[in-house]
């Protein structure tokens, strides 16, 4: 998981117990990554659920780096006016602080790096300790990294949300064809939950391909291991005809199209293949 890397090594880099990736909502604090030292979870095995679970605007020192804006940095907050009532230091045991923003993307022709706080990075140490502009830096730079990971996971939810919306059935698949996503859709046709369609195609390599007619089963695969990597048609979009069973027990035909998505090549160049959409 990208972020639980991020917030691992945010502990790591400033030698600290505790790193969190959170989101800020109105009313909460909800860590989506979370990073607890071996050592203190050895003597507190609850400690990692405890840093883990949402908490309340009570126990969130992190809202008022959303609020503000800017990184914030205690030495104690024990001795701040403002976090020392704060349930995080009263209960969790906060004394070392430092978050700085986490940005969601900025709108299309803003300033890069202006889109609004939706949450921070933060490290908390149960010591009171001196930060360095050093360790706001490092800490900086890997809110960057959260951030386009939090953009890329909307983005997915929202790609999702678009393709259970459609009337057809909608699917992706890896650069290597492996099965990743299929919308409501499916359901409705077949029978079958999507997950159980993805999940057996990891399985058994089948999935998906289970439903469609047997005659119409070995053209269906040629034609798309012809495209996959080391095929001779290495990465071209394709339309095919084939019979689909239904929930109902028969066949249905069905036009589908795959199409490769790339990221943007060189000077026009065609990228690589990093995501094949299909209906």
């Given at each position: 998981?990208?972020?639980?890397?991020?917030?691992?090594?945010?502990?790591?880099?400033?030698?600290?117990?505790?790193?969190?990736?959170?989101?800020?909502?109105?009313?909460?604090?909800?860590?989506?990554?979370?990073?607890?030292?071996?050592?203190?979870?050895?003597?507190?095995p609850g400690a990692i659920d405890?840093?883990?679970?949402p908490v309340t605007l009570a126990?969130?020192?992190?809202?008022?780096?959303?609020?503000?804006?800017?990184?914030?940095?205690?030495?104690?907050?024990?001795?701040?006016?403002?976090?020392?009532?704060?349930?995080?230091?009263?209960?969790?045991?906060?004394?070392?602080?430092?978050?700085?923003?986490?940005?969601?993307?900025?709108?299309?022709?803003?300033?890069?790096?202006?889109?609004?706080?939706?949450?921070?990075?933060?490290?908390?140490?149960?010591?009171?300790?001196?930060?360095?502009?050093?360790?706001?830096?490092?800490?900086e730079d890997l809110a960057a990294?959260?951030?386009?990971?939090?953009?890329?996971?909307?983005?997915?939810?929202?790609?999702?949300?678009?393709?259970?919306?459609?009337?057809?059935?909608?699917?992706?698949?890896?650069?290597?064809?492996?099965?990743?996503?299929?919308?409501?859709?499916?359901?409705?046709?077949?029978?079958?939950?999507?997950?159980?369609?993805?999940?057996?195609?990891?399985?058994?390599?089948?999935?998906?391909?289970?439903?469609?007619?047997?005659?119409?089963?070995?053209?269906?695969?040629?034609?798309?291991?012809?495209?996959?990597?080391?095929?001779?048609?290495?990465?071209?979009?394709?339309?095919?005809?084939?019979?689909?069973?239904?929930?109902?027990?028969?066949?249905?035909?069905?036009?589908?199209?795959?199409?490769?998505?790339?990221?943007?090549?060189?000077?026009?160049?065609?990228?690589?293949?990093?995501?094949?959409?299909?209906?």
């Amino acid at each position: 998981d990208p972020l639980a890397r991020v917030a691992r090594l945010a502990a790591q880099a400033l030698g600290t117990p505790v790193a969190q990736v959170n989101l800020v909502t109105a009313d909460r604090q909800v860590p989506v990554a979370a990073y607890v030292a071996p050592a203190v979870v050895a003597a507190d095995p609850g400690a990692i659920d405890r840093w883990r679970e949402p908490v309340t605007l009570a126990a969130s020192l992190c809202q008022y780096v959303v609020a503000a804006g800017r990184p914030a940095a205690l030495v104690d907050a024990r001795q701040d006016a403002v976090a020392r009532s704060n349930e995080a230091v009263t209960r969790a045991g906060l004394v070392g602080y430092v978050s700085v923003p986490l940005r969601a993307p900025a709108a299309p022709g803003a300033a890069p790096g202006s889109g609004p706080v939706v949450g921070s990075v933060c490290v908390v140490d149960t010591e009171p300790r001196r930060w360095t502009a050093a360790d706001v830096a490092a800490l900086e730079d890997l809110a960057a990294v959260a951030a386009a990971e939090v953009a890329r996971r909307t983005a997915e939810r929202h790609r999702r949300a678009l393709a259970d919306a459609m009337p057809q059935i909608v699917w992706t698949a890896s650069p290597e064809g492996r099965l990743e996503f299929l919308n409501r859709r499916w359901a409705e046709v077949t029978g079958q939950d999507p997950a159980d369609a993805v999940r057996d195609g990891a399985a058994t390599g089948e999935g998906a391909v289970a439903f469609v007619h047997p005659d119409d089963r070995a053209g269906v695969q040629e034609a798309w291991r012809r495209r996959l990597p080391g095929g001779d048609l290495d990465g071209q979009d394709f339309t095919f005809e084939y019979r689909l069973r239904t929930a109902g027990g028969a066949y249905r035909w069905h036009l589908g199209r795959i199409v490769a998505e790339r990221e943007e090549g060189a000077e026009g160049a065609a990228g690589r293949v990093v995501r094949w959409v299909g209906t």
